[in-house]
């Protein structure tokens, strides 16, 4: 049994390049998300969106003690710092960095695409009610951009330095289709919210998001920012690659589960028993 899920394995990705770089990251990049992800379930939140103040330590200290003041941002700046930097890495390594197969330019493209949407989404999309402290933005920032930058490398490493061969079944296909389909249906679902909260006097306002998936689930932009991932994934074939996308996938079904939680705390009689958090009729 073990030999057989090995081989599949095998199958599936490149051979982990000997790399203790590449490794550790990989390491990293999946118990870091995934303990956000659990500490999201567990109440601790990260602090932008709607748990900006969430858990902030200053609400509870003491009136008289000196706090200690935290540099904010406004919602637009702090996501645009938390994009930027991998999108300028991402499209960097598209421009200048050398591409010997297809599978390497597949992936810098698609890494460009998704960071450019991000920030298009911020200009002139998403609605912001609220700031974001340095704090927050800051470790989002690097988690993006050392995670656009191993992936990169990671690829050229195996692809074009080590010279591995690809592997026997070839994803980059399937990978293009679940990237469109990720990236043109988280989209499609922040246009949603952004109507919700379009007319004046309405920007600071929550509702129960509807149309589209959020029929079904309360963060159908999560499941296709998962799908997207899958499909940079899926073009890549690499063990970092699929590390990250692992971890990405449990933070944000904690940050779902928070967020459904978040909602039937607010909207105690409304909320639909029905509404799943993630993945419609399971979770």
């Not at 309405?202 to 799908?227: D, Q, R, S």
């Not at 978040?262 to 639909?272: A, E, G, L, T, V």
């Amino acid at each position: 049994m073990v030999m057989s899920s090995m081989s599949i394995i095998s199958a599936l990705i490149f051979p982990p390049p000997p790399s203790i770089f590449m490794t550790a990251m990989s390491v990293i990049s999946f118990t870091s998300l995934a303990n956000a992800g659990i500490s999201e379930i567990r109440g601790k939140h990260m602090q932008y969106s709607k748990f900006r103040n969430f858990n902030n330590p200053q609400n509870f200290a003491p009136k008289l003690e000196k706090q200690q003041e935290v540099v904010t941002l406004s919602g637009r700046a702090g996501m645009l710092v938390a994009y930027t930097p991998a999108f300028v890495a991402a499209f960097t390594s598209l421009l200048f960095f050398p591409h010997q197969d297809v599978r390497s330019l597949l992936l810098s493209s698609a890494l460009t695409l998704h960071f450019l949407k991000r920030i298009l989404e911020v200009q002139f999309i998403h609605k912001y009610s609220g700031g974001m402290g340095v704090d927050t933005a800051i470790p989002i920032c690097l988690s993006y951009l050392l995670s656009t930058g191993s992936m990169i490398y990671g690829q050229h490493l195996s692809s074009q330095v080590l010279g591995f061969p690809e592997p026997a079944i070839d994803l980059k296909s399937a990978g293009i289709v679940l990237f469109v389909i990720g990236i043109s249906g988280n989209l499609y679902h922040h246009y949603l919210l952004s109507k919700m909260r379009s007319k004046p006097g309405e920007e600071k306002e929550y509702k129960i998001p509807n149309g589209g998936l959020f029929e079904l689930v309360i963060c159908p932009h999560y499941l296709f920012e998962i799908t997207t991932f899958l499909g940079v994934s899926f073009i890549s074939q690499t063990l970092y690659a699929f590390s990250f996308t692992a971890g990405t996938a449990l933070y944000l079904a904690g940050r779902s589960y928070a967020t459904r939680n978040w909602y039937r705390s607010k909207f105690k009689d409304h909320f639909p028993n029905t509404l799943k958090a993630l993945i419609p009729y399971v979770f």
